[in-house]
């Protein structure tokens, strides 16, 4: 009798341990599809990253399959040919099966060979989905990675921004990506796969959005260590809203009119800031180490993308750099707290 209550105890311990491990399969794949998780390459917003997609869904799909029969079989012996109260001995020993072995030989090659072939399917659609049948020249955007943030050139137009990339949906994006000192990888993960940014190199990658929103990307590349603060949004917009957008972004900085403000143009021009950053029409560095800065508070995020583009968060930057961002370029300038307060009243006129 109590060898029996021990092999009922031992296969509920069996069929939960399965259950469980099912269980912590599925869950990460459904926290990360809802909608407030982190952006998520199942919720494809691009044809690109719908072939993506689709053929994980497949080998899910088939990957499930074998999990499923596997530890079905695996429980099913388990039970029905464990230990019983009244076996004496070893049970029967028995060699192979030859019918079975050739079996599940055959069939995993069969379908390694069917995920090699559509894996190859999917890679020849990211590039033909993205050019098909689309209206509209295509844009060119220099992608440049930076320790740590990402700085976004558009030649045609004359914009440079940071830490944001807005296009217009619909549009093909003509993707040219590059870094200026490590290896960093461009990846907005609703918009389509990674793509390595690699100093003297240039990779190119297509890219078409398929609706309006904001897609948040990550420096998907160990580049150092606020490799994890090197952020981006790609924000996707109407044609009109886009063309209203570039011809802001193309303009020059405006002129600040508050005195505050004005107080502030003038530390900016008097200080180290200069020497890194780009406001056109009023510094223009030989090499710009930082963000170009002529219209920054249109942008939703400073420092790489970890921080809100609001007053207070501008203090904070300008306070301390690296103790937002570890290692950051810009270092601590030992601003007076007034200086502050007239950067960042100048630095709210740039929109
Ligand atoms: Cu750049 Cu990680």
Redesign the pocket.
Same mark, same amino acid.
């Given at each position: 009798m109590r060898g029996f209550n021990r092999t009922r105890t031992r296969s509920f311990v069996l069929v939960s341990t399965w259950i469980g491990l099912l269980l912590a399969l599925l869950l990460p794949a459904t926290a990360l599809a809802s909608p407030d998780g982190p952006p998520s390459a199942l919720e494809p917003a691009s044809p690109a990253s719908a072939a993506i997609a689709d053929l994980h869904n497949f080998v899910l799909l088939i990957a499930a399959g074998v999990f499923v029969v596997v530890e079905g079989l695996i429980v099913l012996a388990a039970l029905r040919y464990r230990r019983r109260p009244q076996d004496a001995g070893e049970p029967p020993q028995i060699h192979g099966n030859t019918r079975l072995e050739i079996a599940w030989t055959v069939a995993p090659a069969i379908i390694v060979v069917a995920l090699f072939v559509l894996t190859l399917r999917a890679q020849q659609n990211i590039d033909a989905a993205s050019y098909s049948a689309e209206p509209g020249v295509p844009i060119t955007v220099e992608v440049i990675?930076h320790q740590?943030w990402w700085e976004f050139r558009y030649p045609d137009f004359g914009i440079t921004t940071a830490g944001q990339m807005v296009i217009p949906v619909g549009r093909i994006i003509n993707l040219q990506i590059t870094s200026a000192d490590v290896i %960093?990888s461009f990846w907005a993960p609703e918009l389509g796969g990674k793509t390595d940014a690699i100093q003297g190199v240039i990779n190119r990658s297509l890219l078409r959005a398929s609706r309006p929103d904001d897609y948040y990307g990550q @420096?998907a590349?160990? @580049?150092g260590v606020s %490799?994890a603060y090197?952020r981006l949004v790609v924000t996707t917009v109407s044609e009109d809203e886009f063309a209203a957008w570039a011809k802001n972004q193309a303009l020059d900085a405006a002129e600040p009119t508050d005195p505050a403000a004005q107080a502030g143009k003038q530390v900016f021009a008097a200080g180290a800031c200069v020497g890194c950053h780009v406001i056109r029409g009023v510094s223009s560095p030989s090499k710009p180490q930082g963000p170009d800065l002529t219209h920054v508070v249109s942008r939703p995020y400073i420092a790489g993308g970890i921080l809100a583009t609001t007053p207070y968060n501008l203090a904070k930057w300008l306070a301390d750099p690296p103790a937002v961002k570890p290692g950051s370029l810009m270092p601590k300038l030992d601003l007076s707290p007034a200086d502050i307060e007239s950067l960042v009243a100048y630095l709210q006129t740039l929109k």
């Open positions: 990675g740590w %960093h @420096c590349e160990l @580049c %490799h090197m």
